[in-house]
């Protein structure tokens, strides 16, 4: 739902379609990464992100970034079709991971 309107934009001429009554979710993560040289702002990336999940901060910037597509989607009027993405439901690296922080994931 956040990649579908820039990429139907993207590509006129292949005249796609957007499905108006099914809609695939599919959980995946955005990431950014910081150099290893830099723990100290790794860290001081990690805690302002933690205190801004805690105070509402995190969920107010999300919504303010995509809830033109969140509307667009109209999800209230779709099935949605869960998948699973076996990069992170798989991942042993995970385990006390974001699949386990259910504050961090949009959920249709």
């Not at 290893?36 to 105070?55: Q, T």
């Not at 990069?87 to 699949?99: D, H, M, R, T, V």
């Amino acid at each position: 739902m956040f990649e579908i309107w820039s990429e139907f934009a993207a590509h006129p001429k292949h005249r796609l379609h957007i499905d108006p009554y099914i809609i695939l979710h599919y959980p995946a993560a955005y990431y950014f990464f910081v150099t290893p040289r830099r723990p100290k702002l790794a860290n001081d990336l990690r805690l302002g992100l933690e205190i801004a999940i805690k105070d509402g901060t995190f969920e107010s910037l999300f919504q303010k970034h995509n809830q033109i597509s969140i509307t667009k989607a109209n999800l209230k009027h779709r099935t949605v079709i869960e998948m699973k993405n076996p990069l992170i439901q798989n991942n042993k690296a995970f385990k006390s991971g974001p699949e386990y922080r259910p504050e961090l994931w949009f959920q249709p």
